[in-house]
């Protein structure tokens, strides 16, 4: 059974840093690209930041130069260090786990930036 678990998100301050988790199971982590993703009320469903298994990175253009997203194939966990939050982070963040025709999802977990 795959899970994929986020942990992390919460309520903080414009300015604050986050890291978000997302710890694996039940499949060959370190053979995934693994994503988050971002969703915001009334908003499609948002690539933020993606890592492939050889460690490549992408982001999207509001997270460059804010946000990092790195990994751990030995604890099979993905990490998003968010710094600089604004407002417009807001939004429930999910992982997701990518091997082509295999893709998984977590639960979601939500940012909340606010004064």
């Known amino acids: 059974q795959v899970q994929l678990v986020e942990s992390g998100g919460g309520l903080v301050q414009p300015g604050a840093s986050l890291r978000l988790s997302c710890a694996a199971s039940?499949?060959?982590?370190?053979?995934?690209?693994m994503g988050w993703y971002r969703q915001a009320p009334g908003k499609q469903r948002e690539l933020v930041a993606a890592?492939?298994?050889?460690?490549?990175?992408r982001y999207v253009d509001s997270a460059k130069g804010r946000f990092t997203i790195s990994r751990d194939n030995a604890k099979n966990t993905v990490y998003l260090q968010m710094n600089s939050l604004k407002p417009e982070d807001t939004a429930v963040y999910y992982c997701n786990a990518n091997q082509g025709r295999r893709e998984y999802w977590g639960q979601g977990t939500q940012v909340t930036v606010s004064s």
């Open positions: 039940g499949i060959l982590f370190s053979t995934y690209t």
């Open positions: 890592i492939t298994w050889g460690g490549i990175t």
